[in-house]
């Protein structure tokens, strides 16, 4: 204070405001923390581009383009691909939700290709014993349907040459990276003896290195008969023989009749509007498009730009629009096949209602907004990829196992895993929880239904313009993930790189938590969302492989998200 005499008077002015300032630190708004701009990922490219999770099958794709195929033929010969590149995620014994953009004026169309219940499955078979790594908890899967469907609809090159990639990265083998090889160890710790004699280098006794050559004989099999008998293989022939014997052999559930009667469905995508942009996304059994449309007609309502991606106060939008959606999902979302979705959720006056109950000081616990229900007491498991061609024909695709390595069973002679998306019904009827169980009848299990789904596979365009393609992995994050990637370009003006490399948040009504990926928030920000009442805590979220279309040049920008390993190509 002695020092303070002697300094000029504006000097001491300041000091004192300054101190004012840092009073009133935890309610100014800052923008986002200041970080060296990022080295530059994003690849540059005018006639195709693949963006996905493993550089092979990102190779794979624009291989199928230069060689005249169009997005369609590249994605299935990346997802059969990824099946052999990125087994935690990649799989022709799971399902997905591909979303495709025709281009030239054609209505974009969903391929839903979700896992089903066998028929032997009953309502309650959870209740007690909801072991994800066992035989019980897989569904019957649409993987090899979906790509059959998706080229049935779509395709220009032949079957054949598409799933041969996948035939020869399995049968040749192909070199490990370090990503994969550390995935293989840390789950080959885990797995049971199959397992570990399918995925374990020497059986398991040796860890995988950087550099290894992995090669999967049986899965190659498997592959080839697909390749060379198309889906029937799988679904009626020595896949469904050998699919059907190893459920029996280890308690589980899916039957030949399961897999004969499994349709891939063609679906009209959901469509929202946002801020003069279109935004197609996939419906149920996927909660995707429904939620993330009722999610940016919630945001239309409050002027994000003013306030910035990263400020307490959008943060605050944005939990308390998420929590509202997500609760939705919960009353509401199912197989369409099976329940009645009300239409209103997606329409904007709803929407209006629902950003009026918002209040600008104070968070809505979780529990004031279903009354009506009585509350008692989710790594790299799905995977996401984005493709276009010089045609401007667009794929937004993501596929699962549900957990990382699904149920962590491989089909004996099959070589391939099963998933456990039997995970997605809702386990136990009637108990919806604060840990974020629900109840809720929309979703439980019935023979034949599709497990509501979070998949998010999403396309943006303008005046009959593709701008983006995304989408994310991420169990209930993903919805989300991609509601800020598409908010970051369209309210923020962000570059696609910097609208994927964006700090994150999450809320999914329950738990009433809202997580968020702390690193690049401001401290005083997050002490602000506490004192308005959220609960928060730290999370990394998703891994949006996305592109984006530059409106002047008509260039596409491809950029992997740094999150996990991932590859750009485009040419
Ligand atoms: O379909 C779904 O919503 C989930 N089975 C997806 C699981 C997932 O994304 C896991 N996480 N990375």
Not at 42 to 59: H, I, L, Y
Not at 376 to 388: I, L, P, Q
Not at 468 to 477: A, Q
Request: hydrophobic share 40%; net charge positive.
């Amino acid at each position: 204070m002695v020092c303070l005499i002697d300094r000029p008077s504006s000097w001491r002015l300041g000091v004192l405001l300054g101190f004012i300032l840092l009073m009133m630190l935890p309610w100014v708004r800052l923008p986002a923390k200041s970080a060296a701009p990022a080295e530059s990922r994003t690849v540059v490219a005018a006639k195709g581009m693949a963006v996905s999770v493993s550089p092979t099958g990102t190779q794979v794709g624009v291989e199928i383009l230069r060689k005249g195929g169009n997005a369609v033929d590249a994605a299935i010969a990346m997802a059969f691909a990824m099946a052999v590149t990125y087994p935690a995620a990649g799989n022709i014994g799971g399902g997905g939700f591909m979303l495709i953009y025709p281009g030239n004026g054609r209505d974009p169309v969903v391929i839903d290709y979700r896992e089903t219940a066998p028929q032997l499955a009953t309502r309650e078979m959870f209740v007690k014993d909801d072991n994800p790594y066992s035989h019980r908890v897989s569904g019957t899967p649409g993987t090899v349907r979906g790509m059959e469907l998706a080229h049935k609809r779509f395709g220009k090159l032949p079957w054949k040459e598409l799933v041969m990639p996948a035939v020869r990265l399995a049968e040749e083998g192909f070199t490990l990276n370090e990503a994969l090889a550390k995935s293989l160890n840390a789950v080959v710790a885990e797995g049971n003896a199959e397992f570990k004699r399918y995925f374990g280098k020497n059986h398991g006794i040796e860890p995988w290195q950087a550099g290894d050559r992995w090669v999967q004989k049986d899965l190659g099999k498997s592959l080839r008969s697909i390749a060379e008998n198309g889906a029937e293989a799988f679904y009626n022939g020595p896949i469904a023989d050998l699919l059907e014997a190893e459920m029996k052999r280890g308690g589980g559930l899916i039957r030949k009749n399961d897999l004969a009667a499994y349709q891939a469905k063609e679906r009209k995508p959901i469509v929202g509007t946002y801020r003069g942009y279109t935004i197609y996304a996939p419906p149920p059994p996927s909660a995707g498009g429904i939620c993330l449309v009722e999610m940016l007609n919630i945001l239309e309502n409050f002027d994000l730009k003013q306030y910035g991606p990263n400020s307490a106060e959008t943060i605050h939008l944005f939990a308390e629009t998420m929590k509202r959606a997500y609760c939705d999902r919960a009353r509401y979302l199912g197989d369409a096949d099976f329940v009645e979705i009300p239409a209103f959720l997606t329409s904007k006056e709803y929407a209006k209602k629902q950003a009026a109950t918002i209040s600008r000081t104070q968070a809505t616990p979780s529990e004031k907004l279903a009354p009506e229900l009585k509350i008692a007491s989710e790594g790299e498991s799905t995977t996401h990829f984005s493709v276009v061609d010089g045609n401007g024909m667009a794929v937004a695709n993501t596929y699962t196992l549900e957990h990382s390595y699904g149920s962590r069973v491989v089909v004996r002679g099959a070589g391939f895993l099963l998933n456990n998306e039997m995970l997605d019904f809702n386990r136990k009827p009637g108990v919806t929880d604060r840990k974020g169980n629900i109840g809720t009848e929309a979703n439980t299990i019935a023979p034949g239904k599709r497990m509501l789904s979070s998949q998010t596979p999403t396309i943006v365009t303008k005046d009959g313009k593709l701008v983006l393609v995304t989408g994310s992995p991420g169990g209930r994050t993903i919805t989300n993930t991609v509601l800020r990637v598409v908010t970051n370009v369209i309210d923020h003006g962000m570059d696609i790189q910097s609208a994927v490399d964006a700090p994150r948040i999450h809320h999914q009504w329950f738990p009433d938590e809202l997580r968020f990926e702390a690193a690049s928030l401001e401290k005083q920000t997050t002490q602000h969302l506490r004192a308005l009442g959220h609960k928060v805590f730290a999370a990394r979220q998703g891994d949006a492989h996305s592109i984006w279309v530059d409106p002047k040049t008509g260039n596409y920008h491809g950029v992997a998200d740094q999150r996990i390993d991932g590859k750009a190509e485009g040419f």
